[in-house]
């Protein structure tokens, strides 16, 4: 997004708030998705920080539109290191979202089932399209952005995006979800 080049050069030029404001738009969203793999949301909150610190003290050149792809292949590393001495499994465990208090109680009680459904069924994925799966489709990223955070290519990331959500179609019609299209 422009947005985030025009925070992070207002940050390169000394301009402190361009820091605060991308620590506060992807804080939360990159400790969950560091969690995805560390499994401990406080060790994910302290590499989260130091992804930031990496950045803004390397100070990296980042092409046009590439800073929250780039930000997401920073932290993808440092999970992968961090945790190197065991296969990493990625989870969608720890994410969750409060309901508005203003939903009926009816709306929220299946909201919640049917996120406890959807966690689960991505649960038995293939890590491989769970990860690419939550970069899209959570996190709002183009195919180009997730296959920088995976290292894959983009035909790979549509490979995997289309199998996944086969994948997914077919758990949630086990649980008995029939109008889950892929």
């Given at each position: 997004m422009a947005c985030d080049e025009v925070f992070y050069r207002?940050?390169?030029?000394?301009?402190?708030?361009?820091?605060?404001?991308?620590?506060?738009?992807?804080?939360?969203?990159?400790?969950?998705?560091?969690?995805?793999?560390?499994?401990?949301?406080?060790?994910?909150?302290?590499?989260?920080?130091?992804?930031?610190?990496?950045?803004?003290?390397?100070?990296?050149?980042?092409?046009?539109?590439?800073?929250?792809?780039?930000?997401?292949?920073?932290?993808?590393?440092?999970?992968?290191?961090?945790?190197?001495?065991?296969?990493?499994?990625?989870?969608?465990?720890?994410?969750?979202?409060?309901?508005?208090?203003?939903?009926?109680?009816e709306e929220v009680i299946g909201t919640a089932e049917r996120n406890r459904i959807l966690h689960g069924c991505m649960g038995e994925m293939n890590p491989d399209y769970r990860e690419v799966l939550y970069l899209t489709y959570f996190e709002g990223m183009s195919y180009a952005q997730a296959a920088e955070v995976t290292g894959k290519t983009v035909k790979q990331i549509t490979n995997l995006v289309y199998r996944g959500k086969e994948s997914l179609r077919k758990l949630l019609e086990r649980e008995g979800i029939t109008n889950a299209e892929p």
């Amino acid at each position: 997004m422009a947005c985030d080049e025009v925070f992070y050069r207002q940050y390169l030029n000394g301009d402190d708030a361009g820091l605060e404001a991308l620590m506060k738009k992807y804080g939360d969203p990159l400790t969950l998705y560091i969690d995805g793999y560390l499994h401990d949301v406080h060790e994910a909150e302290e590499l989260m920080l130091d992804v930031f610190a990496y950045l803004f003290t390397e100070k990296p050149r980042i092409r046009e539109g590439g800073f929250k792809a780039y930000l997401y292949k920073a932290a993808r590393h440092m999970a992968l290191r961090h945790r190197s001495k065991r296969r990493l499994m990625f989870s969608l465990d720890a994410l969750t979202d409060e309901p508005d208090g203003q939903l009926l109680a009816e709306e929220v009680i299946g909201t919640a089932e049917r996120n406890r459904i959807l966690h689960g069924c991505m649960g038995e994925m293939n890590p491989d399209y769970r990860e690419v799966l939550y970069l899209t489709y959570f996190e709002g990223m183009s195919y180009a952005q997730a296959a920088e955070v995976t290292g894959k290519t983009v035909k790979q990331i549509t490979n995997l995006v289309y199998r996944g959500k086969e994948s997914l179609r077919k758990l949630l019609e086990r649980e008995g979800i029939t109008n889950a299209e892929p």
